[in-house]
């Protein structure tokens, strides 16, 4: 048996929904801003660090499982990709800003990688993740040599 209670919510989400459609198909409607983005001005260095970001994230979650086993051969790898993640999510932010700040920010960025590199190539030869963050942290610094 239908319930009067369920006709009633179910015809409101109808309405709900048709109206949105309506809306997001009427060219009169009021379009969201887009925001300027530095982007495009700046796509290799964002590009190397969004890829930094990702697989060092990764490469971090496997030093702190081999740390938590008790084996402290991962604790100078994890500490410089501790050290690259927030230079690198702070480079990609200033670089989609365009921000004065972008210049000196790659020359940083630039540096850090290079120590994290550094630090995963000791143990390039025997961790996939450790291999990966090297390659990335190499093409991140490259980009932002460059900037």
Do not use: W
């Amino acid at each position: 048996m239908i319930n009067r209670r369920d006709v009633i919510t179910t015809g409101a989400a109808a309405a709900a929904v048709l109206s949105f459609n309506a809306l997001a198909h009427d060219d009169k409607a009021p379009k969201a801003a887009t925001p300027p983005s530095g982007i495009a001005a700046h796509q290799a260095v964002y590009d190397a660090a969004v890829e930094c970001i990702r697989i060092g994230t990764v490469c971090l979650d496997h030093c702190v499982r081999s740390l938590s086993t008790g084996d402290k051969m991962m604790a100078e790898c994890a500490g410089t990709v501790r050290a690259m993640l927030p230079v690198c999510t702070a480079t990609r932010d200033l670089a989609m800003l365009d921000s004065k700040h972008f210049k000196a920010f790659a020359a940083l960025c630039a540096k850090v990688c290079r120590d994290c590199e550094a630090a995963c190539k000791k143990h390039a030869s025997m961790h996939a993740e450790c291999k990966a963050c090297m390659e990335s942290c190499a093409r991140c610094a490259e980009a932002c040599e460059k900037a």
